[in-house]
């Protein structure tokens, strides 16, 4: 009888025991995209019960663009992100349809460990804890998804160290947008100088495709001494048909240099006849919108937005609202003959900004460092010309 009881007991537990142990966690990195949140890459993590052939995605880059006011709030730097599920099979197919292949890394987790993840995730999941706000460099899809993990691990993850890091947040949008050069002009313009210092392994890791790589080398150190790598194996997620980059053929080192020759030819004709004519009017008309305008968008960032990065930039010195205040008055003088006292003051601001970027206080792009040197020439003429009309 007891013998009978045993093997009861037995027969029972093993259901549980086998759904206990059937839990397989993987990483999933998608790759880049064409649209500009696609850019960087996506990471999710998978749970499928091979028990009960339950596969869900866990997706931390959720986001509803209905909300009210959500362009303005993306603005400011108040996005908020869900932690979404989805059926791994959509998930898959909506990436490879489009041209974009995933990655999935399996990971080498315990049982317990792989149980503890799943309760953690579906704890996240739940309506009233799955939103938080999102931050691209230190807190979004892929950093969440990567502490997650690390949590659930009975032990420390310690990362390879054949790679050091040796990038900047600069550094690695670069890369990531080198395709795509008018964003990468729109990130220059708009990150500040903190995106400029040297990243630690982990600070790295806000990129899919560096969080996929250190993964790769990963260890699971135990308390006891033992130790065995965190990806157990790893394969690809094909594409149906490559995707086809669709960028526009000229470029904003293209736009720039075009605007400095004309810049050029314009101010060697006002040189030669010690006259600023009409045609120099209206350019410097123009540079000053251009100027206010871009200045109008990074002061607002610089000073209301909470995006990481943006309250450090130093091109609000002079890409600010002040010229175009500046402006009408300035036309007024002008037309009234009255001394231009904006050029000699636009000139000492763009000599500190030189100073500051050959100091390496941040990094300024090409098309910048074009548009200060065009509105510095400007400057420069309409002041030495204008002294030499007051001393005939």
């Known amino acids: 009888m007891r013998y009978v009881l045993a093997l009861a007991i037995a027969l029972?537990?093993?259901?549980?025991?086998?759904?206990?142990?059937?839990?397989?966690?993987?990483?999933?990195?998608?790759?880049?995209?064409?649209?500009?949140?696609?850019?960087?890459?996506?990471?999710?993590i998978r749970i499928h019960d091979l028990h009960t052939n339950e596969d869900v995605v866990y997706n931390y880059g959720m986001f509803d663009s209905r909300k009210p006011h959500f362009v303005w709030n993306f603005i400011m730097g108040r996005t908020d992100y869900e932690l979404g599920t989805t059926p791994f099979e959509p998930f898959i197919a909506s990436y490879v349809m489009r041209g974009r292949y995933v990655d999935e890394q399996v990971l080498d987790l315990t049982p317990d460990e792989a149980q503890q993840l799943n309760k953690a995730l579906r704890e996240n999941a739940r309506p009233e804890r799955r939103g938080y706000r999102y931050n691209f460099m230190n807190d979004n899809c892929t950093t969440r998804a990567v502490e997650r993990i690390e949590q659930s691990v009975e032990g420390t993850i310690t990362y390879s160290t054949e790679h050091q890091p040796?990038?900047?947040?600069?550094?690695?949008?670069?890369?990531?947008?080198?395709?795509?050069?008018?964003?990468?002009?729109?990130?220059?313009?708009?990150?500040?100088?903190?995106?400029?210092?040297?990243?630690?392994?982990?600070?790295?890791?806000?990129?899919?495709?560096?969080?996929?790589?250190?993964?790769?080398?990963?260890?699971?150190?135990?308390?006891?001494?033992?130790?065995?790598?965190?990806?157990?194996?790893?394969?690809?997620?094909?594409?149906?048909?490559?995707?086809?980059?669709?960028?526009?053929a000229i470029t904003p080192n293209m736009v720039a240099l075009l605007l400095m020759v004309l810049t050029g030819v314009c101010t060697w004709h006002e040189w030669r006849k010690k006259k600023i004519g009409k045609i120099g009017n209206v350019l410097d008309i123009l540079l000053t919108l251009l100027q206010g305008g871009a200045g109008c968008i990074i002061a607002l960032l610089f000073f209301c937005s909470e995006h990481p990065a943006v309250g450090s930039n130093w091109l609000v010195m002079w890409l600010n609202p002040l010229p175009l205040l500046w402006l009408p008055l300035q036309i007024w003088r002008t037309r009234h003959g009255k001394r231009d006292i904006y050029s000699p003051i636009l000139i000492g601001v763009l000599l500190l900004f030189c100073l500051c970027g050959c100091m390496g206080v941040q990094h300024f792009p090409t098309a910048v460092w074009a548009l200060a040197s065009v509105l510095l020439m400007r400057a420069c003429a309409r002041t030495f010309i204008n002294i030499g009309q007051r001393h005939k």
């Open 12 to 44: 029972i537990s093993l259901p549980t025991n086998a759904a206990t142990d059937s839990l397989q966690v993987s990483l999933l990195t998608c790759a880049p995209g064409n649209e500009s949140y696609s850019f960087y890459g996506h990471t999710a």
């Open 166 to 248: 040796d990038s900047s947040f600069r550094d690695i949008i670069h890369r990531l947008t080198a395709e795509h050069p008018w964003s990468s002009l729109g990130n220059d313009l708009l990150l500040g100088a903190e995106v400029d210092t040297l990243l630690s392994r982990k600070g790295e890791m806000f990129s899919p495709a560096h969080a996929e790589d250190y993964m790769a080398g990963a260890v699971v150190l135990r308390s006891d001494g033992s130790e065995r790598p965190l990806v157990k194996e790893t394969f690809r997620y094909p594409v149906m048909q490559p995707i086809t980059n669709e960028n526009s």
